[in-house]
């Protein structure tokens, strides 16, 4: 279920009634914590978190005239996705997510490589997930790239 949406306000209105409560919070619950640097835009249909050319003006190496993707999250037909680069591409940031998953959520954590999938909107952990992006800054995310791009 890909957005045509250009803007995070146009995709929340476009959202399900039962999902508009927490795709809301979820991204409040990220600006308000997201390090200085990154961007908020649509990126690949989702509500996405970049790094902007103007920082790191070689973008994103599978298509350069793209920002470098870093977050982002979306409803999908089943659940809320979250995606985070970092617990995918640093292995101590995963293991700090999946030791403190269960301290904020009943629900057995549901993971692919990078992305977080809540099927109970009543069950995402934002604190969790504040805590998450407050991680990583700009320059983090940069290095971790830059360091798994030329392995």
């Known amino acids: ?15 399900p009634e039962d999902r508009v409560e927490a795709i809301t919070k979820l991204r409040k619950v990220i600006n308000e914590n997201l390090p200085k640097g990154f961007k908020e835009q649509m990126t690949y249909g989702m509500i996405g978190y970049v790094v902007p050319h103007s920082i790191y003006p070689a973008g994103y ?68 997930i504040g805590e998450l992006v407050q991680k990583m800054s700009v320059e983090d995310w940069i290095n971790c790239y830059e360091a798994n791009l030329k392995r």
Not at 70 to 77: H, W
Request: positive net charge.
């Open 61 to 128: 190496h599978c298509t350069p005239e793209l920002p470098l993707p870093f977050m982002s999250f979306a409803s999908q037909k089943n659940s809320v996705n979250f995606y985070h680069m970092g617990i995918y591409a640093k292995p101590e940031l995963l293991n700090w997510f999946t030791t403190e998953f269960p301290k904020h959520c009943k629900a057995k954590l549901d993971m692919g490589k990078s992305c977080v999938r809540f099927k109970k909107m009543d069950q995402i952990p934002y604190d969790l």
């Open 1 to 15: 279920m890909t957005s045509k949406a250009t803007t995070p306000e146009q995709y929340i209105q476009e959202l």
